[in-house]
């Protein structure tokens, strides 16, 4: 295997019409500066963060769980356990008129360690924000309203998401550990 087959796009994991609700919803929510790293002042994104309203909640965390059992399909020595958990849903928001990004990073930290990353992408209709893999964005992800990105969080998937340059990109995020 390839590091890149450990890189899964799962199409059509939300409903169309959900994620436009979540966008829609969003529109009341605070969304605040995002930060990363240990010291959550790390500046390697420019985009805003705000949690999923509660009344999504049960319909990501049944989402989650579906994600997980097909990724465990895929990989015979990946599994859960009856520890695991995930780490909550976070709503991001990059905005095509401030170019939001997320620079080259991974997603294990420290403080924060993550065995699984898991991104939902809640629309396409926007330009540039591509969801980009490896020091030379040799892997891209197929950007599609409704599906997830899944992958390991470890220092082997470094990853970024280029500048967005027109529209506004929706995602909901969440790590497994």
Known sequence: MILSDYIKNYENILDYKVCDEIIENSKKNKF??????DDNKTKARTCYSS?????FESLIYET??????EYQKSFKYFATGLSIEDTGYEHLLYLGKENGNYQMHVDHFDLQPRVLSISLILNDDYDGGDFVFFENNSFVVK???GSAVVFPSNF???HAV???SNGDRHSIITWIH
């Not at 949690?51 to 009344?55: A, F, R, S, V, W």
């Open 162 to 164: 280029k500048p967005v």
């Open 51 to 55: 949690k999923l309203d509660k009344k």
């Open 64 to 69: 989650i769980g579906k994600i997980l059992l």
């Open 156 to 158: 082997c998937f470094p």
């Open 32 to 37: 605040v500066p995002a930060t990363t790293g």
């Open 143 to 145: 950007k599609k309203k």
